[in-house]
Nanobody, 122 residues
Framework: QVQLVESGGGSVQAGGSLRLSCAAS?????MAWFRQALGKEREGVAA????????TYADSVKGRFTISLDKSKNTVYLDMNSLKPEDTALYYC??????????????????WGQGTQVTVSS
């Protein structure tokens, strides 16, 4: 059983930064961050495909968010800069075996964390 534990969420003002961490019991071939705002569907934010050494981002966060992996710590990070109120959401870490593409689709992931809340005020 793969366990994922997120941390690092909190409340910040617009323009601020946060770093989210996802501690994994094992690192899967593809790891990602998703988010779900109140009343909205879950959306993929960033993914890293370890086998292909590739990362992808949602258009809404390109240039502001960075996903990275520390294999020595089995931890995936999401560095979030220039935060906007519309980034407010519950952020989830996800892991999966799918590696054909670097995917932001939730169906590519079979393991999920419990989420960490990010709130950005204007």
């Amino acid at each position: 059983q793969v366990q994922l534990v997120e941390s690092g969420g909190g409340s910040v003002q617009a323009g601020g930064s946060l770093r989210l961490s996802c501690a994994a019991s094992i690192v899967m071939p593809q790891m990602a961050w998703f988010r779900q705002a109140l009343g909205k569907e879950r959306e993929g934010v960033a993914a890293v495909n370890i086998g292909r050494d590739d990362a992808t981002y949602a258009d809404s966060v390109k240039g502001r968010f960075t996903i990275s992996l520390d294999k020595s710590k089995n931890t995936v990070y999401l560095d979030m800069n220039s935060l906007k109120p519309e980034d407010t959401a519950l952020y989830y870490c996800a892991a999966g075996w799918y590696t054909a593409t670097t995917s932001l689709r939730s169906t590519a992931y079979g393991y999920w964390g419990q989420g960490t809340q990010v709130t950005v005020s204007s």
